[in-house]
């Protein structure tokens, strides 16, 4: 399986942009990049994730380097309710269906 | 969008006894349902993965006899925790990846057990 490496944490002002880094070096060229956050106590929530270019949705955008081996997701205007455990997985195909194993993740404390 | 329903969100049972888990998924079918173990300030680790109407299949370390999981339907998987003791306390989350899913996997509110 593909690691992905994170740094444990981050802060960042309320109304600001909060840029999160991946490094995932050894993705294989079929893996999609995913990214989770997780709220005390919750489920994982779905943010978004690519392959190959840069996607961007409602919540966030990801940017995704030309040899994918790192990523980058934006919260383009951090509010409080962004704070939580945020994380950078890649899919692995096992037997026929994907699995999905979780790194450290980083914490984002947003500030106000 | 996909929803995953998890229950119970917190149970309390005694030690040596056993406690079942659901994790459903609401508005598609389940081939894959995913189960994980987290404890405080950890992250996520897999215990499992099943397939509809197949075995599971158990990351290195996980006791399948212990944890017990079982996938019947596209719909419903249950992992039983058998003879719980105190260090079987943990959150545990269930995800679901429907057929064709393309945005990634569903995961459910999670469950909190506490073996006393």
């Known amino acids: 399986d593909a690691k992905t490496t994170q740094p444990p944490s981050m802060d960042c002002a309320e109304g600001r942009a909060a840029n999160l880094p991946c490094n995932h070096s050894t993705i294989s060229g079929n893996e999609y990049v995913y990214w989770y956050r997780q709220i005390h106590s919750q489920g994982p929530q779905y943010i978004i994730h690519g392959l190959k270019n840069n996607e961007t949705n409602e919540m966030a955008s990801l940017i995704i380097t030309e040899d994918r081996k790192s990523s980058t997701l934006i919260l383009p205007h951090a509010t409080l309710r962004d704070t939580a455990v945020y994380y950078c997985i890649v899919s692995s195909s096992y037997g026929g269906y994907q699995k999905v194993t979780f790194g450290t993740g980083t914490k984002l404390q947003v500030i106000p | 969008g996909a929803v995953v329903s998890q229950h119970p969100s917190r149970v309390i049972c005694k030690s040596g006894t056993s406690v079942k888990i659901e994790c459903r998924s609401l508005?598609?079918?389940?081939?894959?349902m995913f189960w994980y173990r987290q404890f405080p300030k950890q992250s996520l680790m897999l215990m499992a993965t099943?397939?509809?109407?197949?075995?599971?299949?158990?990351e290195q370390g996980v006791e399948k006899d212990k944890f017990l999981i079982n996938h019947a339907s596209l719909t419903l998987s249950t992992l039983t925790v058998t003879s719980a003791h105190p260090e079987d306390s943990s959150f545990y989350i269930c995800s679901a990846r429907g057929a064709g899913q393309n945005y990634g996997y569903t995961f459910g509110s999670g469950t909190r057990l506490t073996v006393v």
């Open positions: 099943s397939n509809e109407g197949s075995k599971a299949t158990y």
């Open positions: 508005d598609f079918q389940a081939t894959t």
